[in-house]
């Protein structure tokens, strides 16, 4: 018989415990780029990817596609990206990453890569590497496997 942990010593707790603190370095991290981190993930995905619908980035995220109109409408009016019309399916816009939303997706891939590095110093890059790939099995396990990045063709 399995034995149920106590409310703070089981995995969940210790899960939810990281994530607060990640978030909050995330959040530090960020600051003064004037973007949230979904709003700088969607950024990052476009300037890596190319353009992208709404829809599309909803997927990708698994945020609903509310979210992702809030934070790309937020992004439009910063200037980090812009619409523009699919060439063959007339309903769908896709957006672009402007070079304003470019140089932001660099500064925070930037200011990102300074928390990394603490991390690397925390676990060892070796026990870093090893954590990464058994975290990413859980959303792997737990909500299939990650979408297509996008459903329309190009």
Known sequence: ?????????GLPYAL??????VQRRLLEAIDGLDVTITQLGIAVHLDELGHMSGSDLARRF????????????????RGWVTRLRHPFHGRVIWYEVTDVGRAGAHEGRRR???????FAELLGA???????????????VLDGPEPPATMWPA
């Open 62 to 77: 698994r945020i609903t596609p509310q979210s992702a109109s809030t934070a790309l409408a937020a992004l439009e009016a």
């Open 126 to 140: 070796d026990s870093m590497r090893a954590t990464i790939d058994r975290l990413q099995e859980i959303p792997a």
């Open 16 to 21: 939810f415990q990281a994530n607060q603190a």
């Open 112 to 118: 990102l890569g300074i928390l990394q590095e603490q």
């Open 1 to 9: 018989m399995t034995t149920v942990p106590g409310w703070t010593d």
